[in-house]
Structure formats: structure tokens, C-alpha cells
């Protein structure tokens, strides 16, 4: 990887102290700017689209050349500047602390248990000099309960060996970041999907954890989805594969990178030895779909990029108004791909995409906000969601998944099931994809990606993305299931009645999380945060309201009394019918076969 006499960029990373939550990190540059080099530490992780300032867990920071202090000014909130060595053969070394007690995939998260960091959060960039080599070791910490740590990380090896501590190595600092590090005592297992070998790393304590059950599944759904992208070849895009998870009391959420991916979950949702019923529950489900949506990024953003991530600039937003078709698609696909790797069946999978049809009809957002524009202002909106969300945003996830399903379903209808919306995901993966990090490739623009799906289908989608995509209305799923089999119910229980609003829970107490447009809070004039307290003189806790409701009809006009902030305040309201909505898709015959999309197309 190393040319002869090029000089690498060299990191070291130790757990300095596991009680308060620090690395020590230190960065040697061998050849630095002859005008005072610039370090700076990203503001955001890629695949989490939100300044996140990481620069902020910085705690003390230093530099030093041949034993010497050098002067250090820092240029903004994440960038500083060292000034200019009088030996300009000397070598400069950066030394920092870094805080990390941020137990979520993005950041990095250090203590006695474990340490697990994205390079994101603990890796300045050497301004200038991002495409040398960079090599990083990775030390034990120093501690008695480091003693039988390991290390699980898909970065290569350099002189340290499989899940060892010692010396890694990337071809850059891209390449760098994006092989996140987990160590610590983890459960490990081993798979081979169409030949490339694939680690689970489970940190936590997880009693009878079915690591032999985990890896079958996973394999199912590694190997489906690499013969989705190559189907001749079946060649994974990489060398070696990572699943790495923390499991907790109570947790979700995934990142992804181009080898590996990092997640949370709640330990009652991976399977246990113990289980007499072999059956996947709904969260062992979740779970697989989380790694299934993770792994499909393998390919589409990690590889398959929107022209605004290629490159990306890791110091300001960058926006792109195509993450429905990144994120939305991923999310039509991945628990599509349970289905196809033969983990669920049809009635399973119906069930859940009905879930997701009810999920995107309940807000009013979906008629102010389009999925290009929510995908736009991820930065601002979507990342950073307030009480009022469901009344002004849509999800580019949710919307994004069923608007894959539509196109997918629009694509299959107009070719007699010649062509679907796999043709266009394989087409994409062989443009852009297939040679991003080998052959220099670049990223797909709107434009091209509009055209593409005239391209396959041999028809006209412009009005469909006017409508759907550019444009707010409802996508028009019912009609389009009809040529393959299957029904489209709305099943809402209307005459359940509700304050429609989001609850949540204050200790014992019943707080309002959300109010919905037009509903019978809002037009009682509850807002968002008051405290519950009584319906008709009668107490309202966390739990209690459906069962105090009960006893009334749509219709009725109750007292409700609530506290905002430290005011009691009495409301009128009038009960009306609870508007979630109730989705179902079924076959119209048992057990018939649907040629839609849980079949791959012909081609």
C-alpha cells in the first residue's frame, strides 16, 4: 500500500483513562507545511447528517517537535494551526485528549468496559496531506480491565495481527474514518458469505446469546444481497466484513461504513440458546432489518454516492436532495431482503410494510414537505426534530421506502415484469458503484438519477417525481398493488376516541410529546409538553388514558386539566375518532405467488 520512501501519517490511540472517558491520541507528521500546518477535526460523521462539533470533546491539546514545544493557534471552533519549525527536515507531533462518553454509533464511547470509537471523533486531519498513507497503532490501555481486551475493526492490518492491538493502516485519511474500532472482552463469530469472511462483534452482556443462529440469518442476508448487486459474479465490493454491535437495556440505531458497520440494540432483542421457540420475534426482526439496512449501504452510499458526498467536505453541511433514493431506497430494500433471503415470510413482510404506509400517513408533514426538500434539509430538519415534527416534515426514510415501492411496482407494470426497480439499482452499482474507490468514480447527480428510471423502463417518470418526490401529494399505493395481487386495506378505528396527540411520560406522569394538526388537543388548545393531570376529575397517569377514554364516545366533550410549566390550566376538549391509521396489504388469494417486488425481476 506504502510507496518506497513515502511517508505516512502516524496516529497513536490508548485508552489514557478508562474512569473519565479519555484517549490519549497523538499524530506525527514527517514532513509538515513549511508556512505552520493545519489540523482539523471533522464536525460531522458521514451517514448522520449533522454538525456535531466534535471537536468540542477536545480537552487539552499540545505540539512538540524534536522534544520541543511548538506554538499552536487555533483558527476556528475545529482547526488549529502550528507554526512554522525552523528545522524543516524536523517531523511535528500533535498530542490531545479526547472525551468520549457518547454511547450512540456516531461518536466515541471509553470506560471500563470497553472503548469503541469512529476516527471521525478522534483523528485530526493533516490539511494538505490527506491522501498519504495513514497508519495508526492502536495500544491497550493501561488498566487491569483492559487485560483480556480485543480489538475488532475492518481496518487492514499493518503489523498487528486479527483483533490484536498494534498497527494498522489506510490508504488514506477517507479510508481511515471509515472503519470504526470497538475493544474490548466481545463475543465473536465468524461467517463466509459467498467466500469474503464476516465477524459479529457483540459488546455487552448478552446471557445465552445464539451466536451460531445469528450468523446463519446474517449469512442468508449477506449473501442474498451481494448476488443482488453481482448476480454473475457473486463478488462482494469488499475483502473482509464487520458487524459490530453494542448491546443494551434499552437501544436502537445503526451507521454505516464501507466494510463494516457499527450498531446499537436492546439485548432482549438478539437470540437467545435458550429459546424453545425458534420463531423470529419482532425484535430479533428489528434487529436483522437494522443489520440488513446497514449492509445494503455497503453499496448504496458507501459506494453508489450523490454528487454532493463525492468528495465529502467534513467541515460543512453538505447537501444533497437525493437521500430518499440513498436512504429511502436502502430502507425499501432491507427488510424486502429478509423476504428474498427466506427469514420471513410474505404475510410478515406485508405486515410490516403496512406498518410503514401507517407511519408516513399519520402526520400532516407529508403535505407541506417533500422528500427532495426533506432530504435537502436533513441538516437542519430531520436531524434535529422538535415537538412540532410530525406537523411539518416527512420522513425521507419512511416516504423514501414506499416511494422505491411505487417505482418498483410502476417500473414492473409498464415492462410485463421484464425490468424493476433491482435493474436500476444494479445499473447504478455498475456506473457509479463498482469502481468508486478502485477507478476514481464519482457520484450521480439528481438529474442523472431522474433519468435513469426513463432509461430502464422505457417510459416517462417525470410526472411521477413532479408529484411525489419534487411535489407533497400521497402516493397512489392501492392502485398500484391491484395488477399483482395485492390489497390494500385502511382499516382506521374511528370510533376509538383520542385526544390525537403523541404521548410520552414524565416519571409517573402523562406528557404531551406531540399535537397534531387540527386534532382534538390542538383544537382544545393543549400544546406539546403539558403535564396531564385529570379528564373529568379523574387522575391521568402514564399509563391510564385509553382506559379513562373508554367510557366515552367520539364526540364527547370532556374537562381536561393540565399543567404548563408550574400553571394549571383547564381545557374543554371534544373526543374524536383516533386517526391512525390502519394499514394492511394482503393477497387476494392464499397462497397465491405475487409477481411483485418479492420476486426479483426477470432480468
Same mark, same amino acid.
Not at 490527506?130 to 487492514?156: G, K
Not at 431506497?329 to 413482510?349: K, N, Q
Given at each position: ?68 514545544p ?35 454509533v ?22 494538505g ?28 492490518e ?24 470497538e ?70 440505531g ?12 436492546? %439485548?432482549? *432483542?438478539?437470540?437467545?440458546?435458550? =429459546?424453545?421457540?425458534k ?5 430479533? $426482526?428489528?434487529? &436483522?432489518? /437494522? ?10 452510499v ?11 467536505n ?5 447537501y ?44 400532516s ?5 417533500s ?9 437542519g430538519?430531520?436531524? %434535529?426534530? *422538535?415537538?412540532?415534527?410530525?406537523? =411539518? ?7 423514501g421506502? $414506499?416511494?422505491? &415501492?411505487? /417505482? ?54 417525470k ?50 410529546s ?10 382544545a ?44 390550566m ?6 374524536q ?27
Open positions: 500500500m506504502m510507496k518506497k520512501n513515502q511517508a505516512a501519517i502516524a496516529y497513536t490511540i490508548v485508552g489514557h483513562d478508562l474512569a473519565a472517558h479519555l484517549f490519549h491520541v497523538s499524530v506525527t507528521v514527517a514532513a509538515p507545511a513549511e508556512g505552520g500546518q493545519i489540523f482539523a477535526l471533522p464536525a460531522w460523521i458521514p451517514g448522520s447528517y449533522m454538525i456535531r462539533e466534535f471537536s468540542r470533546n477536545i480537552v487539552r491539546i499540545r505540539a512538540e517537535s524534536k522534544g520541543e511548538v506554538e499552536l493557534t487555533k483558527l476556528d471552533k475545529h482547526s488549529w494551526q502550528a507554526a512554522p519549525l525552523a528545522d524543516r527536515r524536523a517531523s511535528l507531533t500533535v498530542h490531545y485528549e479526547v472525551y468520549a462518553w457518547d454511547l450512540s456516531r461518536a466515541a464511547h471509553l470506560d471500563q468496559n470497553h472503548g469503541f470509537f469512529n476516527g471521525t471523533s478522534v483523528f485530526l486531519r493533516v490539511l496531506q490527506e491522501e498519504q498513507p495513514h497508519v495508526v497503532d492502536i495500544q491497550r490501555p493501561d488498566h487491569e480491565a483492559a487485560q483480556n481486551w480485543r480489538v475488532a475493526t475492518s481496518l487492514p499493518l503489523k498487528a495481527k486479527r483483533y490484536g492491538f498494534g498497527t494498522y493502516i489506510a490508504s488514506n485519511y477517507d479510508e481511515l474514518i471509515d472503519h470504526p474500532v475493544q474490548g472482552d466481545f463475543a465473536l463469530a465468524t461467517f463466509k458469505a459467498h467466500g469474503v469472511p464476516h465477524d459479529i462483534v457483540i459488546t455487552g452482556r448478552v446471557p445465552n446469546l445464539d451466536l451460531a443462529r445469528l450468523s446463519a440469518d446474517l449469512k442468508k442476508i449477506c449473501e442474498t444481497q451481494i448476488a443482488f448487486f453481482e448476480p454473475k459474479t457473486k463478488k462482494a465490493p469488499m475483502d473482509r466484513y464487520v458487524f459490530m454491535t453494542m448491546a443494551v437495556g434499552d437501544g436502537y445503526g451507521l454505516e461504513h464501507r466494510a463494516s458497520t457499527a450498531l446499537i440494540c436492546n %439485548r432482549n *432483542d438478539l437470540p437467545t440458546t435458550s =429459546a424453545k421457540n420463531d423470529i420475534s419482532d425484535g430479533y $426482526l428489528q434487529y &436483522l432489518g /437494522l443489520c440488513s439496512h446497514e449492509y445494503f449501504h455497503t453499496w448504496n458507501k459506494r453508489i454516492k450523490p454528487a454532493a458526498f463525492a468528495p465529502y467534513l467541515q460543512v453541511e453538505n444533497s436532495p437525493l437521500l430518499w433514493l440513498f436512504e429511502g431506497f436502502t430502507s425499501y430494500y432491507d427488510d424486502l431482503m429478509l423476504v428474498r433471503a427466506g427469514l420471513i415470510a410474505e404475510p410478515a413482510y406485508f405486515k410490516l410494510l403496512g406498518k410503514t404506509v401507517g407511519s408516513v400517513l399519520r402526520g408533514g407529508r403535505t407541506k414537505q422528500v427532495a426538500d426533506s432530504s435537502f434539509d436533513a441538516w430538519k430531520y436531524y %434535529r426534530q *422538535d415537538e412540532n415534527a410530525p406537523n =411539518a416534515i416527512i420522513s425521507y426514510y419512511t416516504k421506502s $414506499l416511494i422505491g &415501492l411505487a /417505482l418498483d411496482l410502476s417500473i414492473r407494470a409498464k415492462t410485463g415484469g421484464e425490468k424493476s426497480l433491482d435493474d436500476v439499482m444494479r445499473t447504478l452499482w455498475q456506473r457509479y458503484g463498482r469502481d468508486f474507490y478502485t477507478g476514481g468514480g464519482r457520484g450521480v447527480t439528481p438529474a442523472e438519477a431522474e433519468a435513469l428510471f426513463d432509461e430502464i423502463s422505457g417510459g416517462r417518470f410526472a411521477f417525481f413532479d408529484k411525489y418526490i419534487r411535489g407533497t401529494e400521497d402516493l397512489p399505493l392501492a392502485k398500484l398493488l391491484v395488477p399483482f395481487g395485492v390489497k390494500y386495506n385502511d382499516e382506521r378505528k374511528s370510533s376509538k376516541p383520542s385526544f390525537d396527540a403523541n404521548l410520552g411520560r414524565d416519571g409517573n406522569d402523562c406528557k404531551l406531540a399535537v397534531h394538526e387540527n386534532g382534538a388537543a390542538h383544537r388548545g393543549l400544546s406539546a409538553g403539558d403535564i396531564l393531570i385529570a379528564v373529568d376529575g379523574l387522575r391521568i397517569t402514564a399509563t391510564n388514558l385509553d382506559n379513562l377514554l373508554s367510557r366515552y364516545s367520539v364526540g364527547d366533550t370532556v374537562e381536561v386539566h393540565a399543567f404548563r410549566r408550574d400553571e394549571l383547564t381545557f374543554n376538549l371534544t373526543l375518532g383516533d386517526r391512525i391509521p390502519g394499514i394492511t396489504l394482503t393477497l387476494e388469494q392464499a397462497g397465491k405467488k405475487t409477481t411483485g417486488p418479492l420476486r426479483p425481476s426477470a432480468s
